[in-house]
Each structure stands twice: as structure tokens, then as C-alpha cells.
């Protein structure tokens, strides 16, 4: 099996293929300086029958020459079963130009790239390639680069994104139809006055302000780590490309309000042997939160969506959300949490890993499993009304054969609309996207990371 070779690369071995490789030429070339050529990155990702991969930016030069006069082609590729050299594009003219790889199979190569100059004279540089398997519904996919663990989505307008990683406590703002790195990015951890990872696992937007939480549950060891327990948000100024988010309050007393709220009411649902030292949270009666959106009509009261427990906690068990009745309270103020009577929805014996509204109180609810192995579980996407008294309706079943396991609703259309169209994106943390047994979480450069994003439509 082919290993990425850019992981068993030296810093002196990266030096040298850095190097631009020179031919003398004819004795006409004394006139003109040795081409210059650069890669906007080294490393590339892309997908087998995608559309719209990532691509890679070529700068060029020549003295002596016009830039419009070199040519700019792949010469080579170390596994032509993933890529041929003639499966390389590159457009543009001038001293910039735009290189793009379709994909042949799943795996890595190195492609090396060269400028041909005036007199003959060329230079290469070699440009790292992964590709992952094709997937279904490839023309409506797109891949978000920089981070393979999406785990929450807001739209913030203009066809833009920012999505939350639950690896890392970056937000990342991503172009919602094209594939490719964010355009910008935000670490608040300093701020906060966190030291590890928030576990951010649901956000919800209300006016400009953007609720984000953490699972509030232990890790995978069952350890406890204060962190996760954090609510926290930003503000949002401007839109599109242009959108910022600057750091509101936080507050890190929501695992314990609902866990002295279960106790108060008779543990009905088990919240403080859930969360206790020791206990895994991806159990059916474990205890963690994947799920934020506010109630109907309201800018204070939001629920809570539940990955687990289900309740009961038995198979066809039903998915639970908490109502926290005064959120708005509780980012940096010395508020504690109080709840509303809690709702259970029967999804088809699946939890909650994502709930989102619209401005018509139109509800969509991605259920999927409470257990940790996404994909071999089903998924499905359901309607709601946000009232308790409704049962939610399927809408469709999500397709579990390609790596990842669906995570987000970037925002919810129309849902009586003809043709309505919804986002959902994946996480990708622990799939091995290039058929290597490396889980994507581990992959060693942040190109080759990626989660990707659907669209489907709903009736």
C-alpha cells in the first residue's frame, strides 16, 4: 500500500525537491535567466469524479522573457493509477496560472510540475497529491479543506459558511459552493481561557450572535475535561467573504445546571451516571450533546439535542431535547441555567446530531446513531414544527457508504417550496480517505484534510 511520501520527508529531503530543476538548453539560452516557478501549496487534495476540486496557484517568471511566453505542464507522476501527468490542467496566462488534478483512483502521488522558458530552459517543483474514492451525489458534493472534523455550521449570508471543528477550537469560514481552504479563521481559546479542545458540537445563530457548545460530555476515555463543558459566543459583522466574528461571553456551568436539574426531577434520564468518571459518552445511556436551536419565535430559549442517552436507553428509544429557558443569560453572566419541560421525539430510534430552523420556525433534524461508528449506522433527515405536541416527519434516509458521518445543516430553505434544497456537511475525523488505514484527523499536512458537503434536495 502506498504511504504518503511527504510524511517520511526529511527537512533536508523537502529542501532539495524545492530546488528548481534546470536544463541548460541551446546556446541561445545565454540570453534569458533561469525560470522561476511557485506553488501556492505543496500539497493538494481532490476526490475521483468531483466537481470543482481545490486547485493549486502557479507563479512563473523569466528575465529576459514575457511571462506570457512560458509554458507551465506536469512532466510526471510518481502513481499514475491516481494521477497521469495528463490528468493535470493548467489555465491562466501571464506570471499566474491555475493548476487542477482529475483524479484516476484513490491514493497519493508526487506530480512534478515544470515551466518550459524562453531558450529552453525549465524548472520544476513537485506538488504532493492525495485523492479520495468517489462519492454518491459527486456533482453536488464539495470539499471544505483545512480541518477533516466539521461538527457545526452557521450560515452567515452571501454564500458563506463558518463551520467548527470538534478537534480543534478553530472556527473556519468556508465558501458554501466551491471546494477549498477557508478564507478566514478564528481561535478564541486565549480569550475563553481554555487550554484544550472545546468538543464545539452544535452552534445557533440568533440575530448576530452565534451560540456555540461543547458536547459537555467525558472524552472517549471517559475521562472529564472541564473544557467541553464550555458555552461561549461570537458576533457576527458583515457577510460573505467579508463576514467577522469577534468573542462575546462564555460560560461553563451548563454540564453541571443540567445534571443538578436530572437530579432534582428524580434522575429520570440518568445525566449524573452518564457523565460519571469513567463512562464513555457514545453510550445509549451515555451522556453528550451534539444539538443547539432556538425554541419558536424566541431569542432567549433554546434546546439542547441529545446524541445520548435516549430514552428510554434501549434500542428504539426515543431522541431527547432539554429547553434551556434563559440562554441568553448565560455568556458571561452569573446566571445559572434554568429548563423547561423536556421533549422526546421519536426519530426512529436515532438521536440528534444537528437541529436547525429558519426564520418560519421550519425545523430540520439530522438523527443518526448515538453509538461511535458512524458509518455503519443509518442516518435520516426529519421536519419538525419545534412544538412538542408534533411528531417529526422523514423527509429521506442519508446515504452511509461514503466515509464521514453527517453532522451539520448549514441553514434550512423552504421546506414547502418545490425543489427545496438543503447543505448538510460530514465529519471525516475518522475515515481513511485515501486508503491508507490513516484516519483523516492524523493525516500530517492540513491540505490533505477535508469534510464534504452535500446538497440534497427535499421534495
Known amino acids: ?223 472529564l475535561k472541564p473544557d467541553r463543558s464550555t458555552l461561549f459566543t461570537t458576533t457576527v459583522t458583515g457577510s460573505g467573504a467579508n463576514t467577522q466574528l469577534t468573542l462575546g461571553g462564555s460560560y461553563g456551568g451548563l454540564r453541571d445546571d443540567l445534571i443538578a436539574w436530572d437530579k432534582a426531577n428524580g434522575n429520570r434520564y440518568g445525566f449524573a451516571a452518564g457523565a460519571a468518571a469513567g463512562q464513555v459518552p457514545k453510550q445509549i445511556d451515555g451522556f453528550n450533546v451534539e444539538g443547539l436551536e432556538f425554541a419558536p419565535g424566541s431569542t432567549t430559549a433554546a434546546y439542547i439535542g441529545f446524541r445520548a442517552p435516549l430514552v428510554p436507553p434501549a434500542n428504539g428509544g426515543k431522541a431527547l431535547l432539554v429547553p434551556v429557558t434563559n440562554i441568553d443569560r448565560l455568556p458571561g453572566g452569573s446566571a445559572h441555567a434554568s429548563f423547561g419541560p423536556p421533549i422526546s421525539l421519536d426519530l426512529g430510534g436515532l438521536s440528534v446530531r444537528d437541529i436547525r430552523k429558519n426564520a418560519a420556525d421550519q425545523y430540520l433534524i439530522v438523527a443518526g446513531s448515538w453509538a461511535a461508528d458512524d458509518n455503519s449506522d443509518p442516518y435520516a433527515l426529519y421536519r419538525w414544527t419545534g412544538r412538542p405536541a408534533d411528531a417529526p416527519v422523514k423527509l429521506l434516509d442519508l446515504p452511509t457508504s461514503d466515509p464521514g458521518g453527517w453532522e451539520s445543516v448549514v441553514d434550512v430553505p423552504d421546506l414547502t417550496a418545490p425543489g427545496a434544497r438543503v447543505q448538510l456537511i460530514t465529519d471525516d475525523g475518522s475515515a481513511d480517505l485515501y486508503g491508507d488505514g490513516t484516519e483523516a484527523k492524523d493525516l500530517g499536512h492540513p491540505e490533505w484534510k477535508k469534510s464534504r458537503s452535500t446538497w440534497f434536495t427535499l421534495n
Open 1 to 223: 500500500m502506498l504511504r504518503p511520501r511527504s510524511l517520511a520527508l526529511s527537512a533536508a529531503a523537502f529542501t532539495l525537491a524545492a530546488v528548481p530543476v534546470l536544463s541548460a538548453g541551446s546556446a541561445g539560452a545565454a540570453g534569458y535567466g533561469t525560470p522561476t516557478i511557485a506553488l501556492s501549496a505543496g500539497y493538494l487534495s481532490g476526490a475521483v469524479g468531483a466537481t470543482g476540486d481545490p486547485t493549486v496557484t502557479v507563479t512563473v517568471a523569466q528575465s529576459g522573457a514575457d511571462a506570457s511566453a512560458l509554458t507551465v505542464a506536469a512532466s510526471a507522476s510518481s502513481r499514475s493509477s491516481v494521477a497521469k501527468a495528463g490528468d493535470v490542467t493548467v489555465t491562466g496566462s501571464g506570471a499566474t496560472r491555475t493548476l487542477a488534478v482529475a483524479a484516476r483512483g484513490q491514493g497519493y502521488t508526487d506530480l512534478t510540475v515544470k515551466v518550459t522558458g524562453a531558450g529552453g530552459r525549465t524548472a520544476t517543483r513537485t506538488l504532493h497529491y492525495a485523492a479520495s474514492a468517489a462519492v454518491q451525489h459527486t456533482a453536488d458534493s464539495r470539499y471544505l479543506t483545512g480541518s477533516s472534523d466539521a461538527s457545526a455550521a452557521v450560515d452567515v449570508g452571501g454564500g458563506y459558511v463558518v463551520v467548527a471543528d470538534d478537534e480543534s477550537n478553530v472556527l473556519r469560514l468556508y465558501d458554501r459552493n466551491a471546494s477549498g481552504a477557508p478564507v478566514r479563521t478564528w481561535d478564541f481559546s486565549a480569550a475563553i481561557g481554555v487550554s484544550s479542545e472545546i468538543d464545539i458540537e452544535a452552534g445557533a445563530r440568533v440575530g448576530n450572535t452565534v451560540y456555540w457548545t461543547g458536547s459537555l460530555g467525558n472524552n472517549k476515555d471517559g475521562k
